[in-house]
């Protein structure tokens, strides 16, 4: 007999679609870019603490994947970190 082990603790996610919400948060912050991610959301009129939570949650992760993608002007991105030889070598190329 086939056995399911039952999942314990809460469900992950809502279920909501908040997607018009967070773009209507980004704007805000885009243009006044000296609020927080929750001062935005209470001005947006939100006042329950659950709401805001969630909707301060899934704004990060749409930070995230807007972080993960390429650059939109076609060059390749420099990498975050070289070495001294790296950088050694670069130099070398570059003076010849």
């Known amino acids: 007999m086939l056995q399911v082990k039952s999942r314990r603790g809460r469900p992950k ?23 927080t991610p929750t001062t935005a959301i209470r001005g947006m009129g939100f006042t329950d603490p659950s709401t805001i939570r969630r ?19 076609g060059k390749a991105t ?3 970190r070289t070495t001294r030889a790296e950088d050694a070598k670069s130099t070398a190329v570059t003076l010849r």
């Open 13 to 35: 996610g809502t279920g909501i679609d908040d997607s018009d919400r967070i773009a209507r948060l980004a704007e805000v912050l885009k243009v006044r870019p000296e609020l």
């Open 55 to 73: 909707l301060r949650d899934k704004y990060k992760l749409f930070v995230q994947s807007l972080d993960r993608l390429p650059a939109d002007n």
């Open 78 to 80: 420099a990498p975050l």
